[in-house]
């Protein structure tokens, strides 16, 4: 099991650093590796299309009394599939980050269309 069966060379594959609970580096690809870039690179362009759907609701929203900006799913949804189709995933990332409020913990399309989005 010690071979490595990916690579060329009859040499053995390096010995895995094991961390702990305890780590801060338990759970979290190597320093420097291919892995880590790529997870960079993923936080990026998913941190870009957060802000993306941001723009969208304040394009196509409507301000409210109390100066945020709403939108309702179903009007949210028919905008943003044709830029994407990870609609729901986005918004829950954006809540996450404090960016959006809507009520309940997943949305669907067709029962959920009437949700109010509000921007914060």
């Given at each position: 099991q010690r071979k490595n069966p990916f690579s060329n060379e009859d040499r053995l594959?390096?010995?895995?650093?094991?961390?702990?609970?305890?780590?801060?580096?338990?759970?979290r690809p190597p320093?420097?590796?291919?892995?880590?870039?790529r997870g960079k690179d993923a936080h990026s362009?998913?941190?870009?299309e957060v802000e993306e759907l941001c723009l969208i609701?304040?394009?196509?929203?409507e301000v409210g009394e109390d100066g945020h900006v709403s939108v309702t799913f179903g009007q949210l949804f028919e905008t943003y599939v044709t830029i994407s189709n990870k609609v729901v995933g986005i918004l829950l990332r954006a809540r996450k980050h404090g960016l959006v409020h809507f009520e309940g913990e997943m949305l669907w399309q067709g029962?959920?269309?009437?949700?109010i989005i509000t921007l914060l």
């Open positions: 594959a390096s010995k895995p650093v094991h961390t702990h609970r305890g780590d801060p580096t338990y759970g320093e420097g590796s291919q892995t880590e870039q362009h998913v941190g870009k609701i304040r394009s196509t929203g029962k959920d269309d009437d949700v």
